[in-house]
Structures are given as C-alpha cells and as structure tokens.
C-alpha cells in the first residue's frame, strides 16, 4: 500500500469518519500546542494540523515500529500525506508508545486527540498523559468513547473506562460529541 500511495492510486485512511473529522477541525482551530496519541497515516494529523493556528505545533504519537532495514510503511505513508496537504511543518513526529515518549512530549498542550489504544488500560495511560499536560481551557477529543447507536458490536475497554473514570470528572465539562467520539473542556 505505500508504493500504491506513492503513486496516488491509494489514499490514507482511518476508522475516525468525516463527521469526527470535522469535530476535531473546529476543536483544534486556532490552537496552539497540540498533541495526537495514535496517528496511524495522518488522516486526522492532517485535519488537526490545518486548523492550527498559523504558528501552532502538532505532535503526533505512534509506535511506528520499524520493520528490518526500512521504516514503517504507514509512517511512510503519514509523512507523505501531511507532505501533500502542507502541513508537514507544522508536525513533530514521536515515535513510540504514548508511555514510552512522554517525557519528549509538550508540557502544555490546548487541544489533545487520544485515539491510541483502546482497550481500558490503555485510555487510562492517555488520560494520565492528558491531565499532566492539558491546560485550564483546553479540549480533549476522546475517540471511541461512546458506542455508536447502529454499531452495538463496537465496545471497546476505552467506552468503560470513559463511562467510569472520565465522563464525570470534576476538572472537566463535556462540551461536545458525534459517533464515538466525545469532546471535554478542562474547566480546572
């Protein structure tokens, strides 16, 4: 799939659908210091680096790992979209899990995508990343959070774990939400 990107005659995707999609753009517009855990092939980067503000910086986290003698192919594929879309100055890539490489990570961020791993141990560790680092003011977008009305079958540990741990959090107000994706703003 990289050499048929490379060609054009394939194009990145993701499980985050338009409407998420669009969420995120209007989240993350005018922002500054943003942080993604999970960017597989930068389809969300994208959206998310284009709605910064001009001078605004995106880092993006993934594993990536690296495959004998050549890099990942979907990190191939991430560099090369955000290259098309233009966006590519704008991003910092961490390599690594989101545990792994939060010491390289910003220390303050406004706008924060969890969409890493989703099982319930793992939104627990993205949610101790976000509290450490988001502001007073800042939106984290939590995808797969919420089990879509028309996809019962989709119930990952990371809908318990927000349902749990995060939905009722005193520090945050719930300020929007579409498909399984739920948008909060740190209010302390």
Same mark, same amino acid.
């Given at each position: 799939?990289?050499v048929?990107?490379?060609?054009?005659?394939?194009?990145?995707?993701?499980?985050?659908?338009?409407?998420?999609?669009?969420?995120?753009?209007k989240?993350?517009?005018?922002?500054k210091?943003?942080?993604?855990?999970?960017?597989?092939?930068?389809?969300?980067?994208g959206?998310?680096?284009?709605a910064?503000?001009?001078?605004g910086?995106?880092v993006? %986290? +993934?594993?990536?790992? !690296?495959?004998? =003698?050549? &890099?990942?192919?979907?990190?191939?594929?991430? *560099? @090369?979209?955000?290259g098309?879309?233009?966006?590519?100055?704008?991003i910092?890539?961490?390599?690594?899990?989101?545990?792994?490489v939060?010491?390289?990570?910003?220390?303050?961020?406004d706008?924060?995508? %969890? +969409?890493?791993?989703? !099982?319930?141990s =793992?939104? &627990?560790?993205?949610?101790?990343?976000?509290? *450490? @680092?988001?502001?007073?003011?800042?939106?984290?977008?939590?995808?797969?959070?919420?089990?879509?009305?028309?996809?019962?079958?989709?119930?990952?540990?990371?809908?318990?774990?927000?349902?749990?741990?995060?939905?009722?959090?005193?520090?945050?107000?719930?300020?929007?939400?579409?498909?399984?994706?739920?948008?909060?703003r @740190?209010?302390?």
């Amino acid at each position: 799939m990289n050499v048929l990107h490379a060609a054009h005659l394939y194009r990145a995707y993701s499980q985050t659908i338009a409407a998420e999609l669009e969420c995120l753009r209007k989240q993350a517009s005018g922002r500054k210091a943003a942080l993604e855990i999970g960017t597989h092939m930068g389809v969300s980067a994208g959206v998310i680096a284009g709605a910064l503000a001009e001078d605004g910086k995106l880092v993006c %986290v +993934d594993p990536w790992e !690296s495959l004998p =003698g050549k &890099e990942h192919p979907c990190f191939s594929i991430c *560099r @090369r979209e955000l290259g098309r879309q233009g966006v590519l100055a704008k991003i910092e890539f961490l390599k690594g899990f989101s545990h792994e490489v939060e010491n390289d990570m910003p220390q303050q961020c406004d706008f924060v995508f %969890v +969409d890493g791993d989703h !099982s319930y141990s =793992g939104l &627990e560790t993205d949610w101790g990343i976000t509290l *450490r @680092r988001l502001v007073p003011g800042g939106v984290v977008c939590l995808h797969d959070t919420t089990v879509p009305p028309n996809q019962p079958h989709r119930n990952p540990g990371s809908v318990a774990y927000f349902n749990e741990a995060i939905k009722q959090h005193s520090s945050f107000e719930w300020i929007d939400g579409c498909h399984s994706l739920n948008v909060l703003r @740190r209010i302390a």
